[in-house]
């Protein structure tokens, strides 16, 4: 899934799949975020190691990474990841970051719809996001995109710091989703 889209801004991103030749882009971008936001990501994707497995988790079938590139560098990285387990078979998770000097551009929005197109081309029925509790922005975010706030699990995951935090979950069924949503986010 390849597009380019213009921004409120004006300026112009191309999103397109995670490659393998993206290893240092993607270390530049990861690097970039303010070590306080990287702290609550599930991994410490500042490693080569990280970034090269997250490569090859994209060739798998249950994962799929988007990246979003304006002037050869990474400003939005964004995955659907499918359940791997029978019983979450219609479900799958999403995940996506962006730069700050792209986010209130409208960068988040259209990489969330794509990974929305995404779900509904494997016919997932929910996704779910998850969280720690000091992402309040990210959490607002998502609901803007339609999800709610199913459960909290207190001190449930530590992050990468090791502090003990907080983890939410939240979700969205796809059927609850405007048509207008997948509609704006698949064409080309």
């Not at 962006?98 to 969330?112: E, H, I, K, M, Y």
């Not at 794509?114 to 309040?136: E, F, G, K």
């Not at 090791?162 to 704006?184: F, H, P, T, V, W």
Request: charged content about 35%.
């Amino acid at each position: 899934m390849e597009r380019s889209i213009v921004l409120k801004d004006g300026r112009t991103v191309h999103i397109r799949p995670l490659v393998p030749t993206d290893i240092e882009a993607s270390l530049a971008f990861f690097s970039g975020l303010d070590p306080e936001e990287r702290r609550y990501l599930r991994r410490d994707v500042t490693l080569p190691e990280v970034i090269e497995e997250r490569i090859r988790e994209n060739d798998s079938c249950e994962v799929e990474r988007l990246v979003a590139v304006h002037d050869e560098q990474i400003v939005a990285d964004g995955s659907f990841e499918r359940e791997r387990y029978g019983w979450g078979e219609k479900i799958a998770q999403i995940r996506l970051i962006v730069a700050p000097d792209f986010r209130r551009s409208g960068l988040g929005t259209a990489l969330a719809r794509l990974l929305y197109v995404i779900a509904h081309q494997h016919d997932v029925a929910r996704i779910n996001v998850r969280m720690l509790r000091p992402q309040a922005q990210a959490r607002d975010i998502f609901r803007q995109l339609g999800f709610r706030e199913e459960f909290v699990l207190p001190d449930h995951v530590r992050d990468l710091e090791g502090k003990l935090q907080d983890l939410i979950l939240m979700r969205c069924e796809l059927s609850n989703l405007a048509e207008g949503e997948l509609e704006r986010g698949s064409g080309d």
